[in-house]
């Protein structure tokens, strides 16, 4: 099994950015990619990007339309650890934020962290 752990959430300002970290520990050899979603009051959960590799080569990051362009994913190997930089974050950013990690067998994420809130002021 993967465990997924998330954090850097927090509350920032309108225009401000914040880093998320997700910490894979387990049978990280399992999965074959990871991302990010959110879930804002009253909505669904939405995916927000994902980064996929085979043999440890990373494809390249695909992105929400709601964030291109402002929001970065990146991942380290060696800390088994992916990164979600957000910047000009926005009021409507405001969410739970969700690491999610894919495997082989799967078409959408099957392993999921426990979120963390992120809170944008206005």
């Known amino acids: 099994q993967v465990q997924l752990v998330e954090s850097g959430g927090g509350l920032v300002q309108a225009g401000g950015s914040l880093r998320l970290s997700c910490a894979a520990s387990?049978?990280?050899?399992?999965?074959?990619?990871m991302g990010w979603f959110r879930q804002a009051p009253g909505k669904e959960r939405e995916f927000v990007g994902s980064?996929?590799?085979?043999?440890?080569?990373?494809?390249?990051?695909y992105y929400a339309d709601s964030v291109k362009g402002r929001f970065t994913i990146s991942r380290d190997h060696a800390k088994n650890s992916l990164y979600l930089l957000m910047n000009s974050l926005k009021p409507e950013d405001t969410a739970v934020y969700y690491c999610?990690?894919?495997?082989?067998?799967?078409?959408?994420?099957?392993?999921w962290g426990q979120g963390t809130q992120v809170t944008v002021s206005s």
């Open positions: 999610a990690a894919y495997s082989p067998t799967s078409p959408g994420p099957s392993i």
């Open positions: 387990g049978r990280t050899f399992s999965i074959n990619g």
């Open positions: 980064i996929r590799w085979i043999g440890g080569i990373d494809s390249s990051p």
